[in-house]
Every structure is written in C-alpha cells, then in structure tokens.
C-alpha cells in the first residue's frame, strides 16, 4: 500500500477526573473491572489492526512516546523528545537507562529496530505496515516482490540502533507529526526471541504476549476475559497505582448495564433506551469519537454491486436519523459524507465544513426508481438474496435488523444478516470474502487521508473491491502535497466521487457513551487509535 502525507493535529479525547474512593465492583483496593464488547483479535504488535488489540497493547508495552490526557506525546521508553535535525528529516532518540521487558530481560535499541522490520517484511503480512512507509527505504521492504528482495532492502532502511540506548530514524520526508506517531502501537518494540519461540501463535495467549508497559497479560480466558497485573519491571512502576484490572467480553448491553449497577464492573458502555435513565448522573461519560460506521458491499463476490444504481438505491433507502435514534440514541450523529465531522482536512479547518454534506440524501422512492433501473441494466426482474454481515453485539445486531428490515420495506429486497464474532467479522473483511458488511473506522491520526485512503484500488483495507481511476489518481496527487489548500480541496472531490458511487454506505458518525464508576480517577478516553488509557488511572 503507497504511504500518504498525513497531517495531524493533536489527539481529541474526553478526561474523566473524579474523586478518590474504594472500587466498586470487587471490593478490593487497585483492582478494577471493565466490561468490553470485543475480544482483541490478538495481541501482536505487527499484525493488529482493530483497536480492541490497539487499545491493550498499548497498557502492556509502551513506545517511544506515549499521548498523555491532553493528547500530547511525553516520553515513554524514551528518555526525552527526539532531536529532529534541521531538516527535519533526522530524529535521535535516547532509551531511558536500564529498560526492561516484563520478564526481566533488557530492552535495548535493536528492539525498536527488530519490530519495523518485522512489520515491514512482506511475509509478516502486517496490515498496517504502510505507517513504516515514511521511514526512509521502508517502502523498498513493503513492496519487496521476493524474500531476497526484501533482505536487500533491508540494508538500506532508515531506522537504525546506535548502540544499546539510541535510536536514530531518517525520513523520507517531513512528517509532521512524527513524534505523535512514534506513540501508536505499530511503532512498538517486539522481543525477537518470544515471536520466534512462539512463531504463529505469538500475541494469542498470556505465555506467548510480551511488553514493556504499566502492566502485563496473566489471564487470556478467551472469548470471556483477560486479566492484566502492575508489570514490576516497568520503568515507571512504582507511579503505577492499579495492582490489577480484568476486561470481561460482554456483548449483551442489557447484561453489561446490570453488571454495573450492582457494582460488578467499573466501566462499560450503555446504549439505545438505556441512557436515558443515566442522563444527569455523573457516572454517564460521552466520547466524540473519530469513527465512521458503514457498509461495505463487495462487488467481486456479489456481481450486482458493481452497478452504481443499485449501490445507489441501498444507500437512499435508510433512513439514518431514524438508525442513530432507534438504535443508539446516545447524542451519536448520522453521517453526511465518509470523513466523520470532528475530523480536521489538512488545512487547519474542520473536514466537514469544507466539504459539507456529500452524502447521499434518504429518500425511498429514487431509491426504488434507482433499483428498477439498474436491475434492468443488468437483465434482472429482481435482486438476488445477499448475506450482510456484522458483530455479534447487541449494538450490532440491532443494526443489522434495523438495515435489514428497511431494505425490505423501501426495496422489497430480502438480504440475510450474519452476526459474528468481532474477530471473524474483520478476518472475513481483511479476506474480503464478504458480500455485504457493517463494520467501522476510526481515525488512526486526524487528517481526511486515515478515512479516504482505504478506498483506493490497491488498500489491503478495501474490502468492497471498489475501483476508480479518477479517485486513486487524487489520493496519489496528495502524497505529501506540500500545498495544503490544494490538497483539503483535492480530499473533497475525492469524497464526492466516493459518495457519488456509492462506493460505501456511510451510517453515522460514532458517539460512545459509558457508565464510568464516579469514584475512579485519571481513567481518560480516546478518539484516535486507541478507546482508553489506564496508564495513570487509580482507585485510592
């Protein structure tokens, strides 16, 4: 995948500051217990790509740099910010002394070093490699054609280790918001000895996960719950004031809201009718999330998706205010285009206040007249059944039937939903042997290029095998395009051919809302990368 000009600003995110008091949920000092809705697919730095996985990696290894709660990179495993040479090209980075992974064992330079590489190598398949990209020579390794190749290009990478404690990277050109990224899990370090040992299975259990930050994995009960301890080998442990914390999987919002109201669980999210009875109490938090939920349809496994009218018509046909408040009803905003509205354009300027609305608007009767039209293109009397998959939340469930239900009603279409586990769902997109999929994105740094860029051609994140030549060659245009002004305006005519086509069917920009035990403090949510930060969270 080509590497983007991303322009960034600091990380968004909702700090929730409350008292001190005992933990609720189970009945013991420094534990605490939160309800989460996915399972991680797993746990390996190079190969996750959801941000349940973000999320924990990011409480059991730590970068170079870490986003505090007002978004803002502060050294983490390095000692302090990077000298970044005149031209901007060249960063040196110095280890805090004595570093150490969980075990014990020394963490040194070449640590750093082993876990671009890995990533980068072809054969690790690693889904978010093309972030490596900006490192000078890491797109001669990415795109490497045979493993020989890809050693060679080795050589001349970027990113080098200066003895044990010294990290000098050169770019490939200005990046700026460089610093920020070395915070995001891809940039982590990774142990050579424990990925070898564990080969395949690496980042699939307790004994087979490994890292460097606040705490470790000791308990994987999959599909259930994982269980995390103070890592004692932390550089920073004795600031670590949680002893422990267990995440239970819990899909059923119904399940999860009764779990925290007799002090089962500290932190949960809460949805649909259920938020009104929290709306004034403290416990209710909400996050304006950088994440757009839409429907992928795959128009290689499902031939009538490659006709534009047809798209057309399942996107006009639902209604999307009336989705967010059946569904969610939690302040969450229907969507007006793909880039979700909080999301900055490159140029200083909110995305959306530029582009405006580029959606498609509701509306079932062109929607039929669009149906009829491209089935007659196609020599069809009607749409063949088609299978439109999703997560097996409650959430997610309820919006495979609302979807459902309104293509039958404005269509007269029969599509059947397949709610699945989290992780099949996105296997089964990665793969892109879906038909039709409800899924979502949330913004990896804040610049339109995270939300657009998955929709070229050649995107390993492509799953509707979408193509326009017009559109790719914009995107490409864009790669670190010095002119801002240009470029904000080329991402908005991107975006407008992408609605156009009906490409996706975007449905809403998310909200998150939680139930958050009003006596734990320094807990913070995220709206870039990853959901929550725990680093500096206590229960006194």
């Known amino acids: 995948m080509s590497i983007r000009f991303h322009k960034i600003v600091s990380v968004a995110m909702v700090f929730i500051l409350v008292s001190t008091a005992l933990l609720g949920c189970a009945g013991k000092e420094k534990e605490l217990t939160i309800n989460y809705r996915a399972e991680p697919p797993v746990l390996d730095v190079s190969k996750a790509e959801a941000q349940a996985a973000f999320t924990l990696l990011n409480e059991l290894n730590e970068g170079l740099y870490r986003i505090d709660k007002e978004g803002n990179p502060v050294p983490g495993l390095a000692k302090d910010m990077p000298k970044v040479s005149e031209d ?4 040196t ?3 805090r002394e004595g570093l150490k992974w969980a075990d014990g064992s020394a963490l040194t330079a070449n640590d750093f070093i082993y876990s671009f590489l890995r990533t980068l190598d072809p054969a690790t398949k690693a889904p978010y490699a093309f972030l490596l990209g900006w490192i000078k020579g890491g797109n001669d390794i990415l795109n490497a054609k045979t493993p020989e190749e890809a050693e060679a290009a080795k050589a001349n990478f970027g990113a080098k280790a200066v003895g044990d404690t010294t990290l000098e990277i050169t770019l490939e050109k200005p990046v700026a918001f460089f610093t920020q990224l070395l915070g995001f899990s891809t940039f982590f370090p990774q142990k050579q000895d424990m990925v070898e040992k564990a080969g395949e299975s690496y980042g699939g259990d307790p004994d087979k996960v490994i890292g460097a930050g606040p705490f470790k994995l000791e308990k994987w009960n999959h599909g259930q719950s994982l269980e995390f301890v103070k890592n004692e080998n932390y550089w920073d442990a004795e600031n670590i004031k949680l002893e422990n914390f267990k995440l ?4 059923d919002g119904g399940t999860a809201v009764n779990l925290y109201k007799t002090k089962a669980t500290d932190v949960t999210t809460v949805s649909g009718d259920r938020v009104t009875e929290w709306k004034g109490k403290p416990d209710l938090v909400s996050n304006v999330e950088q994440t757009t939920t839409y429907i992928h349809l795959n128009q290689k496994n499902f031939p009538p998706f490659a006709n534009k ?13 009336k989705h967010v408040d059946v569904v969610l009803n939690n302040g969450t905003k229907p969507s007006n285009g793909f880039v979700p509205a909080t999301q900055q354009d490159g140029n200083n300027q909110e995305f959306r206040t530029v582009a405006g609305d580029t959606q498609l608007k509701y509306d079932p009767a062109q929607a039929k007249q669009l149906l009829a039209e491209g089935l007659k293109e196609l020599n069809l009397t009607s749409l063949p059944k088609f299978q439109l998959q999703g997560d097996d939340i409650e959430t997610g469930k309820k919006s495979l ?8 009603d404005n269509l007269g279409i029969e599509v059947e939903a397949v709610p699945l586990p989290h992780k099949n769902r996105v296997q089964n997109e990665l793969d892109k ?7 979502l994105w949330g913004a990896d740094y804040n610049d339109p290029m995270t939300f657009l860029d998955l929709l070229t051609t050649d995107s390993p994140f492509n799953a509707s095998d979408y193509s326009n030549k017009e559109f790719d060659e914009l995107m490409k245009t864009s790669d ?5 002004v240009t470029r904000s305006q080329n991402f908005v005519k991107a975006e407008k051919i992408l609605m156009d086509d009906a490409a996706i069917i975007p449905l809403y920009f998310r909200t998150s809302t939680y139930l958050v035990n009003p006596r734990l403090e320094g807990f913070f949510l995220q709206s870039l990368g990853y959901e929550f930060e725990l680093r500096w969270a206590s229960l006194k």
């Open 480 to 484: 670190f395009m010095p002119d801002t």
């Open 93 to 95: 980075i110095e280890l």
């Open 309 to 321: 009218k047809i798209r057309q018509a399942l996107s006009m046909s639902i209604d999307l205010q």
């Open 401 to 408: 039937e609302f979807i459902v239900g309104q293509w039958k």
């Open 88 to 91: 901007k090209l060249t960063y």
């Open 433 to 439: 042997t879906i038909q039709a999929s409800l899924t």
């Open 248 to 251: 239970n999987i819990v899909k």
